[in-house]
């Protein structure tokens, strides 16, 4: 299984981070040890000073595909859910600055907290339409909608399968509305879809 990540799909967060609005998707992956295990709290690692919060809708893989055209790809997913997208900001700034790779800011243990997942269809909305937004110690720090994409999901899937094969389970998150900020210990993260309460979790 892998994780496939989108930097920079909402305008907003971009410019809050002063980076262009991209021409093409911002693609890059975790391992499949990124991901928080279910009931644990979130570590700070000792390597950052600053880690930040970046809720994003996460799609779930469901089959076999490669090449796949825009207009196919809904056939590839029928459950989304959130996650977080944990990023040491302090050392992407230092990888951005050099021209280096990002996965020590961004794919360390625990950097994917994951929430579980539900059908479309029984949230009954598209996936152009779909409300979410992040709670820190009960105050609301980013909310989106993914109407608000620069590249909707089934563009991101036709995009990325050009250059990966998706496997079912992989899963694909999708870029964070702008507020992204630093998380402390002792926070406790809330992760709300379509007004519920789907996921919460400790910082430490
Ligand atoms: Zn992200």
């Not at 056939?75 to 040491?88: C, M």
Request: aromatic share 10%; glycine share 6%.
């Amino acid at each position: 299984m892998k994780i496939i990540c989108i930097g920079r799909n909402y305008a907003k967060h971009a410019e809050e981070l002063n980076n262009p609005i991209p021409q093409e998707p911002v693609v890059f992956l975790k391992p499949d040890t990124a991901i928080l295990l279910k009931k644990h709290p979130f570590f700070i690692p000792e390597h950052s000073n600053e880690v930040h919060h970046e809720i994003e809708v996460v799609v779930k893989i469901n089959r076999l595909g490669k090449h796949i055209e825009p207009r196919f790809a809904h056939k590839y997913y029928d459950e989304i859910g959130l996650g977080i997208d944990f990023t040491a900001r302090d050392v992407q700034a230092k990888c951005k600055e050099k021209g280096l790779p990002w996965e020590k800011a961004k794919a360390f243990d625990g950097s994917a907290a994951v929430s579980r997942f539900f059908k479309l269809s029984d949230l009954n909305k598209p996936i152009t339409d779909i409300d979410f937004h992040l709670d820190i110690n009960g105050n609301t720090v980013q909310k989106g909608n993914t109407r608000n994409m620069l590249f909707p999901v089934d563009e991101l899937i036709a995009h990325v399968s050009k250059y990966f094969t998706l496997k079912t389970g992989d899963l694909i998150f999708t870029g964070t509305p702008a507020g992204v900020g630093k998380v402390e210990r002792e926070d406790l993260l809330e992760l709300y879809l379509e007004g519920e309460r789907i996921f919460y979790f400790n910082v430490k």
